[in-house]
């Protein structure tokens, strides 16, 4: 467990690229906001690709939402290093009701 991560995401659609944008903001004191990859769909699942700095290394990352109409699971996955993605964090929300 990493411990509570705290974040809010602004994607908005990007009609020349035909891709969404993201912009992300974490509680990470050394970057806290930043734009973050480019997001499209695939089928069910909403795609966002980025490059992160892990290492010193320049490295893939690809997050995957799914959605229920009550919650949502998002699946944070980094390349190893030969195009094989890695899921090693999982996260889960779930729509308070009013």
Request: contains cysteine.
């Amino acid at each position: 467990m990493a411990g509570k991560l705290e974040g809010f995401l602004a994607f908005w659609w990007d009609d020349n690229a035909k891709l969404y944008d993201l912009f992300a903001c974490f509680n990470n004191p050394l970057r806290p906001c930043s734009l973050r990859g480019t997001a499209h769909w695939e089928g069910d699942t909403f795609v966002n690709d980025y490059d992160e700095t892990v290492d010193g290394k320049k490295t893939a990352w690809r997050d995957s939402f799914t959605f229920t109409p009550t919650s949502h699971t998002l699946i944070a996955a980094m390349d190893m290093g030969n195009g094989t993605m890695r899921p090693l964090i999982t996260t889960r929300g779930t729509r308070r009701q009013n």
